[in-house]
């Protein structure tokens, strides 16, 4: 039997140190040891008898008078077969950088032979400052494997880059890095669409919705870390692309429906995510309309039939397996019944949407429709519930 895994996670002084709690969980369910080092700071947000809870295993935080081990940063770095700070602020990365070692976990750090993996927290404007950027690519010339910060609205008020990435996605990367990735995808071809379209009024007018591809983006990760060969037919969106990931970028649905096109017939799986228009104008104006002289035309903007991307591939299905997506403001199991069917789809994911439940959020409550039943899934963050998508849709290729 494959000898079991460590990782020693070390969590630094900020507020996300509390998701270092759910990246331990995680580590610990794909079967990993975790080793828990902290910064004095990180001791002020989460205490360390909470991750002694996690892992039934000491917690250390500083060099003296913790126990009989007289050299614990070089026994802590022995332990491990990779170094994950998560989070790291922009003052460990600082140091990191510099080689200081004047705490337990930088110490071992320096002291690390393994692989050392961080994924940066921090305020928009200490993330972006230029002494932060020099500060992780230095590290990344080293050797350093550094998880992106997302962007988004930030614990101190100020919306950006910043954000710890989601625990999901630095914990799919660990298990990349440590080579214990599920890999259950290997060799298969999955295209997904994602985003909203946009369809021109004029040069600078068009119409389009709330879709900010994230759904769609972490299906896409999610499949890459298991082993598939992931394309993305993407809409205008602003999210990142997952690495290993090709992105076919489009703007209006007839674009996105001309590349699906192409990669459809070489996918296994098509996953349809985006949110697609489903009129467009039925002519772009050459230019600009004015408000006052053709104040009658954008009145009287004629509307024109999008081809529906899902149904008119899929009613030529051979080998894939079709997945869409139905987000419902109402009857929402009933509605994405009659999706399932009037797509020839296997699966539905469905969801429901108004009453301040709007696209573009970080998670969701899902149900999964599919020919032999539904499934609920409750609200979790969508990198979660983009593996809890993929194993239902093995599942339904397994029964096929
Ligand atoms: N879809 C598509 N092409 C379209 C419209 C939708 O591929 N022109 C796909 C979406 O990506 C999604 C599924 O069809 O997977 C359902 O999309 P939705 O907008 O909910 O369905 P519609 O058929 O547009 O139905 P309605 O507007 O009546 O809800």
């Known amino acids: ?56 295993e000491r917690v250390l935080s500083s060099f003296f008078g913790e126990g009989d081990d007289p050299i614990p940063h070089i026994n802590l ?12 602020t922009a003052n460990t990365l600082a140091k990191l950088a510099m080689g200081v070692a004047d705490n337990l976990l930088t110490s071992a750090a320096l002291a690390c032979t393994a692989p050392v ?37 930030l614990a101190c008020g100020d919306e950006g880059k910043g954000r710890l990435a989601e625990p999901q996605e630095i914990v799919d990367e660990v298990l ?15 295209m997904i669409t994602a985003g909203p379209t946009i369809e021109p009024i ?7 919705n709330f879709s900010s591809g994230k759904t769609g983006y972490s299906l896409a990760n999610a499949a890459a ?27 209006t649905a007839q674009q996105m429906f001309e590349a699906s096109e192409r990669e459809f017939p ?22 600009k309309l004015k408000k006052r002289l053709d104040a009658e035309a954008l009145k009287a903007i004629k509307l024109a039939e999008n081809p529906d991307i899902i149904a008119s591939l899929a009613s030529g299905k051979t080998k894939q397996t079709v997945v869409g997506f139905a987000a419902e403001t109402q009857d929402v199991i009933e509605n994405a019944r009659i999706k399932l069917e009037a797509k020839n789809a296997d699966l539905i994911i469905a969801n429901q949407v108004g009453n301040g439940r709007a696209f573009g959020t970080d998670g969701n409550e899902i149900w999964l429709v599919g020919k032999e039943g539904t499934e609920h899934v409750p609200f979790m963050m969508k990198p979660e519930l983009a593996n809890i998508v993929l194993d239902k849709i093995l599942q339904i290729r397994a029964c096929n």
């Open 225 to 251: 870390r298991r082993g598939a060969d992931v394309t993305i037919v993407s809409g205008p969106v602003a999210v990142d692309a997952p690495v290993g990931v090709k992105v076919v970028r489009v703007q």
């Open 77 to 88: 770095a022995h332990e491990a077969d990779l170094f994950l700070i998560a989070p790291c």
């Open 202 to 208: 004029d040069p600078v007018r068009y119409i389009t």
């Open 1 to 56: 039997m494959e000898q079991q895994k460590t990782v020693l996670l070390g969590v630094t002084g900020c507020i996300a140190a509390y998701k270092a709690c759910e990246i331990l969980r995680l580590l610990q369910k794909a079967g990993v040891r975790v080793r828990v080092v902290m910064t004095e700071a990180a001791t002020k947000f989460v205490g360390p008898s909470t991750f002694e809870g996690l892992t039934h």
């Open 266 to 287: 070489n996918a296994d799986i098509a996953i349809f995510a985006a949110a697609v228009a489903d009129m467009r104008p039925a002519d772009c104006a050459p230019n």
């Open 117 to 153: 993996m961080v994924a940066p927290a921090a305020n928009v404007n200490m993330y972006c400052h230029p002494a932060t950027q020099a500060n992780i690519q230095t590290l990344r010339d080293r050797g350093v494997k550094v998880i992106e910060a997302d962007s988004g609205y």
């Open 176 to 190: 990349r890095q440590l080579g214990v990735a599920k890999g259950d995808m290997q060799g298969m071809k999955v």
